[in-house]
């Protein structure tokens, strides 16, 4: 991170979003005199982090701090009220991140004008390096800025730029609630074991650990995903006969396009 003690980053909300990118940072090294954490009322384990790390944390900004990058994660509903008492911290050069779902740009310039102004959607896999970072940037970001983004988020995990910002609703309903998806994928094949037979504790752990495993078989694998699938599928066998339920045309494609688009819709309403 390039920022100094002089010009911060002020992450506003260090809530599970918020935190899950600052526990990556700090995972990574991250000087915590760079970082100024403003929370009126952070979870207990996050007050931890930041004594243990000895990250300033603030219950609200002060004013005589001006952030090289003012990043928000609050509640997309809690914007209106709050980015007014940002404003007097805002110079020309502050450099506005946001990642809450629905926020436009639009909105984020109404309250602190011509300035430079990422939108990123993030997921909490950024906890363990593992995100999916999706930035898209207003035309005020220079090159030098978009950079400086993309040193913050690859410390966290990959990073892609939306080049339009009506595509930053689809991407929240894919990689921003994603985690979601897979952890009830967990809990499905944990229950169907159940149903099948299984002690809940057995299922549990094997359930869990297939997702694991799978995940990190496709982080390491040059494989894609078909492919991965394919190898676990016997002619005739037990995969294949699991798949002809869940490939059926009113199976998991046909679910998902339907959760899919159910987000992607709500982060439109987000926008007001
Ligand atoms: N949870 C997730 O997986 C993801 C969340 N987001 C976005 O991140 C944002 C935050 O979501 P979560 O972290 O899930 O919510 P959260 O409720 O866990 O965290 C929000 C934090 O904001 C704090 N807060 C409330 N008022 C504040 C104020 N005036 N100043 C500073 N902090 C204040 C709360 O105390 C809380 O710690 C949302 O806009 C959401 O759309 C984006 C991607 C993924
Ligand atoms: O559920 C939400 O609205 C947020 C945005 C993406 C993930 N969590």
Redesign the pocket.
């Known amino acids: 991170m390039t920022q100094t003690a002089e010009r911060p980053l002020a992450l506003?909300?260090?809530?599970?979003?918020?935190?899950a990118m600052l526990e990556g940072w700090v995972k990574r090294g991250a000087d915590p005199r760079s970082i100024v954490v403003?929370?009126?009322?952070?979870?207990p384990e996050m007050s931890d982090l930041l004594a243990r790390h000895g990250i300033g944390h603030e219950t609200?900004l002060s004013a005589s701090c001006k952030p090289g990058i003012l990043l928000l994660?609050?509640?997309?509903q809690?914007m209106e009220r709050?980015l007014p008492t940002l404003t007097p911290s805002v110079l020309p050069d502050t450099l506005v991140l946001s990642?809450?779902?629905g926020?436009t740009v639009a909105t984020l310039g109404s309250a602190f004008g011509d300035v430079p102004i990422v939108r990123v959607?993030?997921?909490?896999p950024a906890q363990v390096g593992r995100g999916m970072s999706v930035a898209y940037a207003n035309d005020k970001v220079v090159d030098e800025q978009r950079r400086e983004v993309d040193l913050l988020l690859s410390a966290i995990g990959m990073v892609a730029w939306a080049d339009a910002e009506d595509q930053m609703d689809a991407v929240?309903a894919v990689s921003?609630s994603g985690?979601a998806y897979v952890f009830h994928l967990v809990e499905a094949l944990a229950a169907a074991g159940v149903k099948a037979g299984l002690p809940a504790e057995l299922a549990r752990v094997i359930a869990r650990q297939t997702v694991v495993g799978a995940g990190e078989l496709l982080h390491q694998s040059e494989l894609d995903a078909g492919t991965l699938r394919e190898n676990v599928t016997s002619p005739n066998g037990t995969t294949a006969a699991a798949l002809s339920v869940l490939m059926a045309p009113d199976g998991l494609g046909a679910l998902m396009e339907k959760a899919v688009a159910a987000a992607t819709r709500r982060s439109r309403e987000l926008a007001g």
């Open positions: 506003i909300g260090a809530g599970k979003m918020g935190g403003v929370d009126p009322k952070p979870a609200a994660a609050i509640k997309p809690l709050v990642i809450a779902a926020t959607m993030p997921n909490t929240t921003g985690p």
